[in-house]
């Protein structure tokens, strides 16, 4: 199984892993499955970071490959399907991370319940 971490997800795999839920947890460390983690989700984080909205050790992202992470470019054809996604809400970087997921096949991991409403678009492992 393919998992795309949407933002929160990757923030607690690298800092605060006790918030992430039991089935994430067991997901993310099975190495039959691969965990992914968006561009999208890398800027999103940066912006946060500049802001002071979030703390991070100055080596997350670092942290997130050494745990054999995959790294997912967002492309053109991930832009184009965000064109069709419905509009539940309005955040684009988690347009971008569920047109991603959808593209891809992936599942999206998240506690965001508001993305919840994809369900029919996107696979979702909540």
């Known amino acids: 199984m393919n998992l795309l971490l949407d933002t929160h997800a990757l923030i607690w795999t690298v800092a605060e892993p006790t918030k992430l839920k039991k089935q994430w947890l067991a ?7 691969s965990v992914w983690v968006s561009a999208i989700s890398i ?13 991070l050790p100055r080596n997350w992202l670092e942290e997130a490959t050494t745990r054999g992470y ?3 470019a967002f492309e ?17 970087f988690d347009h971008a991370l569920l047109a991603q997921a959808q593209t891809e096949k992936f599942f999206l991991v998240t506690s965001d ?3 919840h409403a994809y369900a029919a678009e996107v ?3 909540a």
């Open 43 to 55: 800027w999103e984080i940066s912006i946060k970071l500049r802001l002071g909205k979030i703390s």
């Open 70 to 72: 995959q790294l997912l």
């Open 123 to 125: 696979q979702i492992l």
């Open 27 to 33: 997901a993310i460390v099975d190495p039959s499955n």
């Open 113 to 115: 319940a508001s993305l």
């Open 76 to 92: 053109p054809r991930h832009a184009k399907a965000v064109e069709y996604l419905p509009l539940h809400h309005r955040d684009p």
